[in-house]
C-alpha cells in the first residue's frame, strides 16, 4: 500500500499562487509515476499534471499549460504543483494520485483550492 498526504490548498485571488505538496509513504517502489487532478463542482475529474518517477517526463492539461508546474522530489517521496497566475476556473478540489504499473491505484484525500474574482 501507499499512503498519500496533501497539502497546500487554500483561498487566493486570482492571479495569485499556490503550491500543492503531496508527500508518499509505504510502498513507493511500487511507484513509477504521480499525478495531480483537480474535480470542480458538476464536472468530471481531471487530469491535470503527471510526471514519471524515474525519467522525467510530465504532462500538462491544456487548460494549465505555462501556468503550473509539477516536479518530485524522490529522496523525500514528495510530489509538488506549484501554480501561478490562478484563475477563478481553477477553483476544485485537488487530489494526488500514484500510479503503479501505469494505472492510478493510490489517491490522497484531497485539497480544496478556491480562486476568487
Known amino acids: 500500500q501507499v499512503q498519500l498526504v496533501e497539502s497546500g490548498g487554500g483561498l487566493v485571488q486570482a492571479g495569485g499562487s499556490l503550491r500543492l505538496s503531496c508527500a508518499a509513504s509505504?510502498?513507493?517502489?511500487?511507484?513509477?509515476?504521480m499525478g495531480w487532478f483537480r474535480r470542480a463542482p458538476g464536472k468530471d475529474r481531471e487530469l491535470v499534471a503527471s510526471i514519471t518517477w524515474n525519467v522525467i517526463n510530465t504532462y500538462y492539461a491544456d487548460s494549465v499549460k505555462g501556468r503550473f508546474t509539477i516536479s518530485r522530489d524522490n529522496i523525500k517521496n514528495t510530489v509538488y504543483l506549484q501554480m501561478d497566475n490562478l484563475k477563478p476556473e481553477d477553483t476544485a478540489v485537488y487530489y494526488c494520485?500514484?500510479?503503479?504499473?501505469?494505472?492510478?491505484?493510490?489517491w490522497g484525500q484531497g485539497t480544496q483550492v478556491t480562486v476568487s474574482s
Open positions: 494520485a500514484a500510479r503503479s504499473r501505469s494505472s492510478y491505484v493510490y
Open positions: 509505504g510502498r513507493t517502489f511500487s511507484i513509477d509515476g
